[in-house]
């Protein structure tokens, strides 16, 4: 195998791996995929993306990678709810990896509720953040994969224009 298909394959798993770490939380998505972007534009010697267009995708990675961090703790925050119902939310998202997709949203929820539980024993209130950090998680996938798209679609206008 040639070493330019062995970069090229690099590249399309970096972009893979990336568009998984969109909805999966512990994969940072964005960053896996402007990796992808940057080295498939390398493999090329920038002549079809070139610096312009690798900072265009960068700032939309960053923008991604914020989204995904302010949504979900603005979320728990904006119910009032404690620093534990944050971690909750952090630890039930890594648990919920094993219950696949219904893990996933799941997981933050219970685990958001557990630590509100934890700090407050107050049912109402751990179901206020768990419900919190579900929307948070759902609002932050959408926002992720709408920056995803932007990624895409300035990536290929770029390659193909």
Excluded: N
């Amino acid at each position: 195998m040639s070493a330019d298909i062995a970069w090229w394959i690099a590249a399309f798993a970096l972009m893979a791996v990336g568009l998984a770490g969109l909805v999966l939380p512990v994969i940072p998505g964005t960053p896996l995929l402007f990796a992808g972007f940057w080295l498939a534009a390398w493999i090329d010697g920038y002549a079809k993306v070139g610096g312009v267009t690798l900072g265009v995708l960068g700032v939309l990675a960053l923008l991604a990678w914020v989204v995904d961090y302010v949504a979900a703790a603005a979320g728990v925050k904006r119910v009032g709810a404690s620093g534990q119902a944050v971690a909750g939310a952090l630890v039930g998202a890594v648990l919920g990896l094993a219950g696949g997709v219904v893990g996933l949203v799941v997981g933050p929820i219970a685990g958001a509720a557990v630590g509100e539980w934890i700090a407050r024993r107050d049912a109402r209130q751990a179901m206020r953040a768990g419900l919190a950090a579900g929307l948070g998680f759902v609002i932050a996938v959408a926002a992720k994969l709408g920056l995803a798209v932007a990624m895409l679609a300035v990536f290929a206008a770029a390659w193909l224009l």
